[in-house]
T-cell receptor, first 115, second 112 residues
Framework: NAGVTQTPKFRVLKTGQSMTLLCAQD?????MYWYRQDPGMGLRLIHY???????AKGEVPDGYNVSRLKKQNFLLGLESAAPSQTSVYFC??????????????FGSGTRLTVV | GNSVTQMEGPVTLSEEAFLTINCTYT??????LFWYVQYPGEGLQLLLK?????DKGSNKGFEATYRKETTSFHLEKGSVQVSDSAVYFC???????????FGTGTRLTIIP
């Protein structure tokens, strides 16, 4: 029962470096999401995808790009990291309309620090 | 648009105390409502849910009732334990909307 797996779990970047966070799910979920969690701000949606080959912007998309080339994978890219992107990043997945009833399944998070 | 308002924390209680964490919402249509829990260093886990008015969700001794008339979904537990220390998030999702809307979270600490 892997569920949603995020890699890496921790990363330190220098300002201006790039990196990709990987999210993989084995539940055949249609929808996938990337959130960031910051103290006092709860979870904010960065980007999401409602199916393979599709992506859409969330609340805070600037500075991030995503790709969903395979149904089970959702990648989050930072092209030029900034200290403001220091955060904990969570990936989640859900069924399509059935998520109305079943909610999301979350990964365990990636803690990213940009110095 | 959809929004969720939770009571601000942090909340500190003694073991075996009664817990209430307030949650109210605004939404279009008839949303489903959720409580998620985040233990230290982990991701969010679904704690309970309710999909229509007057439904009661329950799990691990926690309960919440979907109150359409007051647009509320308050989380309650009769006797908390140290292991309940976590951050609790209220959330909603409207039918046909791809996204969950979360509250800002309430940090709960239970002291022995």
């Amino acid at each position: 029962n892997a569920g949603v797996t995020q890699t890496p779990k921790f990363r330190v970047l220098k300002t201006g470096q790039s990196m990709t966070l990987l999210c993989a799910q084995d539940m055949n979920h249609e929808y996938m999401y990337w959130y960031r969690q910051d103290p006092g701000m709860g979870l904010r949606l960065i980007h999401y995808s409602v199916g393979e080959g599709t992506t859409a912007k969330g609340e805070v998309p600037d500075g991030y790009n995503v790709s969903r080339l395979k149904k089970q994978n959702f990648l989050l890219g930072l092209e030029s990291a900034a200290p403001s992107q220091t955060s904990v990043y969570f990936c989640a997945s859900s069924y399509g309309s059935a998520a109305q009833y079943y909610g999301y399944t979350f990964g365990s998070g990636t803690r990213l620090t940009v110095v | 648009g959809n929004s969720v308002t939770q009571m601000e924390g942090p909340v500190t209680l003694s073991e075996e105390a009664f817990l209430t964490i307030n949650c109210t919402y605004t939404a279009t249509g008839y949303p489903s409502l959720f409580w998620y829990v985040q233990y230290p260093g982990e991701g969010l886990q679904l704690l309970l849910k309710a999909t229509k008015a007057d439904d009661k969700g329950s799990n691990k001794g926690f309960e919440a009732t979907y109150r359409k008339e007051t647009t509320s979904f308050h989380l309650e537990k009769g006797s908390v334990q140290v292991s309940d220390s976590a951050v609790y998030f209220c959330a909603l999702r409207s039918f046909g909307n791809e996204k969950l809307t979360f509250g800002t979270g309430t940090r709960l600490t239970i002291i022995p």
